[in-house]
């Protein structure tokens, strides 16, 4: 087969599986009474819990506008409504007035927006921000594009001034960390906030930019034979368990968001250490070569990582993957990264969707289901249909120019 | 072959077996420089992780203590020497100083003593309050004694009369639980507190044991037919998954715990109580028809848990039915319960040793090593040394009546 027609059958199956998957969420996931969405959805959509985790929620908000603003097809009243029900559920009641009078999100909600829980971490708040800035490019809010600008200063305030008012107590021996998820978080918030925006938006996260890329470029490790997820601040090696985490997906990840930033500000350096150090690495790595698929966490010497799940295969280091090489093809037409993208297709397609919709999440090392429900405290509406979203988009570019 | 032929047979193979346990430990785990236990042991009993964990520093002085104060063999100056290292690290690092003058002890500390995490949980507690009271009972030391008993004041304070200074924020949708664990470890706690030391101590803590036990039957909900992990303050069901929650392991220690404290007071109706529902029911309820072994959290609905790990096989639940099931048959004689010992008995002991000393923690569902460590932050010298040697103990009452 061509690499077009190939190209072209894929893209057929992902435009497919991505209808399929938002029909999943539109059709069991909205709560008609309290608004937001329900995510603890079992199997064939039924709904098995109630809380309303602020992550999810704001991270299908944010999905939701941005296929409601990009893609035709569904350019659709009841996604407009849906995530305009979900932002008015967020501002009502994700964010919880702190002791220093700062905003912190909640992490959890019951289903009438009571919180239930706040974690002493930054990401409820990204995806309340995600949330709000995607939001205000639908509805033309301008109240919600400022109120994430707003909660993004905090946020920065929280990471690279002063991590007090997060509740942490400063301990002697918890020495302050450069944990991936952290600068990757940022950048993203970056492109979101800026994209499209012009220049003095793009001069205002400029800083801030390349400040996260910096960050990230710290976890390549092991004279360039690793990422490590966690490095200390002046990107040295943490010791212990910390120290040796791998996490391919979330290298992988990191690999497609400096990709993006890559061509933004045409980098041909950063773009080559994206795709070897920040794809081709993890995936060499982070490939099961028994039975397939991505490990959740590695050790870098080997031993064996202290989480029960690490040999899982799980669904979003895979949708991850697929963006990843799908991008670092379409930015370099190496076949070589087709043919990676062909073996990470193939695995996920062959074992994560469902005749009932929606994909299963959590499979053992062999590959067989292990939690059948379609969403839970970590699962909602965003790794597969974002994953599904973006390379139809990419495959869309590329055929358009003929692969 | 004739009961007590089966029963001397098992306490040959468990004494063989705890002797090379408390080898292992001994060997690998002790931290000549700094005092304290690596609890992070790989495989082979190497140090994988420096980290120390307060909940297993302090249960390792407990089973040290314990097993040189009742077990003859194990009288012997290394491991009083180990026990009381392990108390003195205990007794300068792990408690740090809280905002409100109180005592918290740390969960995690570095290999040198530095605080690294605190929980806002009561657990590092009650683990540095057995240590110290088994210690001092091996060193008679009058002054670990009485900072158990101010450390179980604080807790009861915590528990029973207001636990904001644990630093958890009062949220409107926290629903105030009676999680199982903590009706258990006070009850535990009782026991240790006033094991012979006569008649003014268990009065002291009767009223608390008492409590502790109506708290614990809560867990008994859908007629009788299911033990519930997590409860309300009145004993109902909870909403969600978390009302769902049924982990049998705990169950059946939180029976063991019950039928101790019936033959202390010579209650035989909750001694029943305990076997039926502690003890029969979760192990019907919990054991995996299909591959053997208990699973770790099942939802009492037959949805699927969240927790990623819920089909997985932990040492510790066998741990835990082995001593139940003896207990129970060794207080009813009924053939039916040691049947069911057989059955654990079987499964344990052809899964979780290895042949390099220690037991493996973590199995998949069909029984595969999926953790192949010895020693992790959740695992150390405590729950296999504690089952055989309850499990040795009670053969030796057992056989010295000819079973």
Redesign the interface.
């Known amino acids: 087969m061509s690499v077009v027609a190939k190209l072209e059958e894929c893209r057929a199956q992902i435009r497919t599986e991505l209808d399929s998957v938002v029909d999943f969420w539109l059709r069991h996931s909205h709560d008609a009474v309290h608004g937001g969405f329900f995510t603890?959805l079992?199997r064939e959509g039924a709904v098995?819990?109630?809380?309303k985790y602020v992550w999810l929620q704001g991270r299908q908000v944010w999905m939701y506008c941005r296929l409601y603003r990009t893609v035709d097809r569904f350019r659709k009243p009841e996604i407009l409504e849906a995530a305009k029900s979900g932002g008015a559920f967020l501002r009502k009641f994700a964010r919880?007035s702190s002791t220093s009078g700062q905003w912190k999100c909640?992490f959890?909600?019951?289903r009438d927006?009571?919180?239930?829980?706040?974690q002493r971490t930054i990401f409820s708040e990204c995806f309340y921000i995600m949330a709000m800035d995607e939001l205000s490019r639908v509805t033309g809010d301008k109240d919600a594009q400022l109120e994430a600008e707003q909660m993004m200063k905090q946020l920065i305030h929280w990471v690279r001034v002063d991590s007090s008012d997060l509740?942490r107590?400063q301990?002697?021996?918890?020495v302050p960390t450069n944990s991936m998820a952290v600068p990757m978080m940022l950048l993203c918030l970056v492109q979101q906030l800026t994209e499209g925006r012009g220049q003095e938006m793009a001069l205002k996260y400029r800083e801030l930019g390349s400040w996260c890329v910096k960050q990230i470029l710290q976890h390549i490790q092991r004279d360039g034979t690793a990422v490590l997820e966690n490095v200390s601040l002046d990107g040295a090696e943490l010791?212990?368990?910390q120290g040796r985490l791998q996490n391919p997906g979330h290298a992988l990840e990191a690999g497609w968001f400096l990709m993006q930033y890559s061509a933004e500000w045409g980098d041909e350096e950063l773009q080559r250490t994206a795709i070897n150090k920040f794809v081709e690495l993890p995936f060499q790595n982070g490939w099961d070569k028994e039975h397939g698929g991505l490990f959740y966490f590695l050790d870098v010497d080997g031993?064996?990582?202290?989480q029960?799940?690490?040999?899982?295969k799980l669904w979003w280091p895979h949708c991850e993957a697929l963006i990843a090489f799908l991008m670092a093809y379409s930015q370099t037409k190496k076949p070589e990264l087709l043919e990676s993208f062909s073996q990470v297709y193939k695995y996920t397609f062959s074992h994560f969707p469902d005749e009932s919709g929606e994909w299963f999440g959590?499979l053992?090392?062999e590959g067989k289901v292990?939690?059948?429900?379609k969403g839970?405290?970590f699962k909602g509406f965003f790794h597969v249909p974002r994953c599904l979203y973006m390379c139809e988009r990419i495959l869309d570019d590329l055929l358009a120019n003929k692969a």
Do not use: N
Not at 171 to 174: Q, V
């Open positions: 603890c079992g098995y819990d109630e809380l919880v909640a959890c909600l019951t927006g009571k919180a239930v829980k706040i509740g107590p301990l002697p021996g918890d010791s212990g368990c031993h064996c990582p202290t029960l799940e690490w040999s899982m959590y053992t090392q292990a939690l059948d429900f839970g405290p």
